[in-house]
C-alpha cells in the first residue's frame, strides 16, 4: 500500500505503452481533502478518498500541457497543475464545445528527519515534476492519427514564431492572443516570440529571410492572408525544399477564417465560431501534430507566379470577398451583407474553363500527361519574374498559357458563370463548407462553378445548404462539381476580380496544379 503523499510508478508493458503512476495529493488550496491520483496511458483519474463515488477520469487526448511549480516562500510542497480542454455543452449551447479545466493538486512527501527544509522542498518539486512529465508524455503517446508529434514528443524544443496582424478582422488579434493563445502555449510549455505585421507582405520579408532552424513552427493569429504571405514567402527562399518543411499553423483572427475551420473540421467534432474556433486551433496547435498540406501552383499571365493553400475564386463569390472590405467592422458579418447586395444585382461572367479529371491516382494523372513534362522550358516561360537558376517546384501538367491546353484536358462547354471556386481545403469561411470531401493531402483540386441560368432562390438555397456542406444533396442542375489536378481559367468579361486564398489577384488568365504534400500543417 503507498504511504501517505507517496507516489509510485509502474512501467508500461509492449511498445508505446506510458507510464503507469499512482499517488496521494491533496488540494491546491487548503491541502485539506486528499485525492488518489492514477495515471494510465489513456487517463488520469482522479479519486478523492473519503467519497465511495467511482473516480473521476480526465481523458489525456483532452490534456493541453501539464507543468509543476514550487510553493512560495516556507512551504515546502510542490504543486502539481495539467489541463484539459474537454468538449462540453455551454448552456444554451446548439453543440459541445472545448471547455477549459484546470485541476491543481498539492503534493508534500512524508519528510525526512536527515534531510534540511530545502531538500525536502526539492524532492516535493522532483516528484510533481515526474508526474508532469509522465501526463505530458501519455498524453502525446494517446494524441492519435496525424504524421508525428511536433512539440509534445520532443523532437526539438526551439519554439514557434507567432505572426499576428493587428488589423485583420475587426482588429481584435490581440486581444485573442492576451486572451487565450498565450496561456495556452504556457500550459503546453511551447515557448514563443510575438512578432506583430506592420504592413501588407511584411510576413512575407520576415519568413523570407529568417533562421528557420531557430523555429519549430510558424503559426499565424490573423486571417487566410497571412498565411498566404507566410507560405509565399517561404517558397521565395534559395532553400524552399527544407524551408516549406516547417509545419505552420493557423489560429482564426480574421473574418473569413477558413483554413482555421478546414483544420477544426478535419478533428471530426461538430461546426464552431468564434472563440470557440479559436480555442479549438489553439488546442490543436498544443498537441503539436502535423499533417501533409497541399500547395498550389498558379501562374498569371504576366508570369507571376503564386502558391496557395486554400482556394482560387472568380464570379460571385470573389466579388462578394473583395466589395465586402468596405463592412470588414463587422467582422465575419461582412460576408452576409456582401452576399445579399450582390444578390440584388446578380451578374453574370463569360470566360472559358478547362480542367484536368483527377483520377483515383495521382501517379496515373503525372504519367498521362508525360509528353508535357518539357518543364523546364514551361517553368522558365511563366517564371519570367524570376531569374533564379535554382532548382523550382516543376509544373509538368502545364503547358504556356498562350498555347491549347492538351487534348486530355476537359473544356468546360457552358461560357457563362455565376462563379467559379477551386477548392483546396473543406471551408470557403468560417461558415461555408463548400468541399465536404476535401482533405489536407489529397492532391485535388475540387472544382465548382455554377452556370448562368440559376435563378437567385436556387443561389440563396445553394448558399444557406453551404453552411452545412449539403448543397451536393439539392440536385441543382446548374451547380457542377468535379475533381482536377489542373486548372486554367480565361475570364472574357472586364472588369473583373479574381482571388488566390481570398486575396485580391491581378485579373486575367491563370492555370494551376496540385502538388501533393509539399508543405506541412499542424492539425492536431
Not at 489513456?42 to 478518498?49: E, G, N, P, T
Not at 519549430?216 to 525544399?241: K, T
Request: hydrophobic content about 35%; glycine content about 8%; some cysteine.
Amino acid at each position: 500500500m503507498d504511504e501517505p503523499h507517496a507516489s509510485r510508478q509502474v512501467l508500461g508493458n509492449g511498445p508505446g505503452a506510458g507510464a503507469h503512476m499512482h499517488g496521494l495529493f491533496t488540494d491546491a488550496e487548503t491541502g485539506r481533502v486528499t485525492y488518489s491520483l492514477e495515471l494510465t496511458d489513456s487517463c488520469l483519474a482522479v479519486q478523492r478518498i473519503t467519497s465511495p463515488s467511482s473516480p473521476e477520469r480526465l481523458d489525456l487526448r483532452d490534456c493541453a500541457g501539464s507543468r509543476a511549480y514550487r510553493g512560495e516562500s516556507e512551504d515546502r510542497s510542490a504543486y502539481l497543475c495539467a489541463y484539459f480542454y474537454p468538449h462540453r455543452n455551454r448552456w444554451m449551447g446548439p453543440s459541445p464545445v472545448r471547455l477549459r479545466d484546470e485541476r491543481r493538486f498539492r503534493l508534500v512527501l512524508n519528510a525526512d528527519d536527515d534531510k534540511d527544509d530545502e531538500e525536502d522542498a526539492r524532492a516535493n518539486l522532483r516528484e510533481a515534476e515526474r508526474w508532469a512529465r509522465a501526463i505530458r508524455d501519455n498524453s502525446a503517446r494517446c494524441a492519435g492519427h496525424a504524421s508525428g508529434v511536433l512539440f509534445s514528443g520532443g523532437l526539438r524544443s526551439c519554439g514557434v514564431m507567432v505572426l499576428v496582424n493587428p488589423q485583420s478582422g475587426q482588429g481584435q488579434a490581440m486581444a485573442l492572443y492576451n486572451s487565450h493563445i498565450q496561456r495556452m502555449l504556457t500550459e503546453a510549455d511551447i515557448p514563443h516570440t510575438l512578432v506583430i505585421t506592420e504592413r501588407q507582405n511584411h510576413a512575407r520579408e520576415i519568413v523570407r529571410n529568417a533562421d528557420l532552424t531557430q523555429w519549430d513552427a510558424l503559426v499565424i493569429l490573423s486571417g487566410d492572408g497571412l498565411l498566404f504571405e507566410v507560405v509565399n514567402g517561404l517558397m521565395d527562399r534559395p532553400d524552399w525544399e527544407m524551408a516549406i518543411q516547417t509545419p505552420v499553423g493557423i489560429l482564426p483572427g480574421g473574418s473569413g477564417n477558413a483554413l482555421a475551420a478546414s483544420v477544426h473540421h478535419y478533428t471530426r467534432k461538430p461546426q464552431v465560431w468564434g472563440e470557440d474556433l479559436l480555442v479549438s486551433c489553439g488546442f490543436v496547435l498544443c498537441k503539436g501534430l502535423t499533417s501533409k498540406l497541399d500547395l498550389i501552383s498558379i501562374h498569371l499571365s504576366s508570369g507571376v507566379r503564386l502558391f496557395s493553400f486554400l482556394s482560387i475564386a472568380w464570379g460571385f463569390v470573389a466579388d462578394v470577398d473583395i466589395e465586402s472590405e468596405q463592412f470588414r467592422r463587422i467582422g465575419s458579418l461582412r460576408f452576409i451583407v456582401g452576399t445579399l447586395v450582390r444578390l440584388a444585382s446578380l451578374r453574370t461572367y463569360r470566360g472559358k474553363l478547362s480542367f484536368l479529371p483527377a483520377t483515383d491516382n495521382p501517379e496515373t494523372d503525372a504519367a498521362s500527361n508525360a509528353q508535357q513534362t518539357h518543364s523546364d522550358q514551361t517553368s522558365n516561360k511563366t517564371s519570367q519574374h524570376n531569374t533564379s537558376e535554382r532548382k523550382r517546384l516543376v509544373d509538368h501538367l502545364l503547358v504556356p498559357l498562350d498555347q491549347p491546353v492538351p487534348q486530355s484536358w476537359t473544356v468546360v462547354e457552358e461560357k457563362e458563370f455565376v462563379l467559379v471556386v477551386a477548392m483546396f481545403q473543406s471551408y470557403l469561411g468560417e461558415d461555408w463548407l463548400v468541399a465536404p470531401r476535401a482533405c489536407t493531402d489529397d492532391g485535388v483540386i475540387h472544382l465548382f462553378y455554377m452556370t448562368a441560368e440559376i435563378s437567385r432562390p436556387t443561389l440563396v438555397r445553394l448558399f444557406r445548404a453551404m453552411q452545412s456542406g449539403t448543397h451536393m444533396e439539392c440536385g441543382c442542375p446548374h451547380l457542377v462539381y468535379r475533381q482536377a489536378r489542373a486548372l486554367r481559367l480565361e475570364p472574357e468579361t472586364r472588369p473583373g476580380i479574381i482571388t488566390v486564398d481570398g486575396e485580391q489577384v491581378e485579373y486575367g488568365p491563370l492555370q494551376a496544379q496540385a502538388h501533393r504534400g509539399v508543405a506541412r500543417l499542424i492539425t492536431g
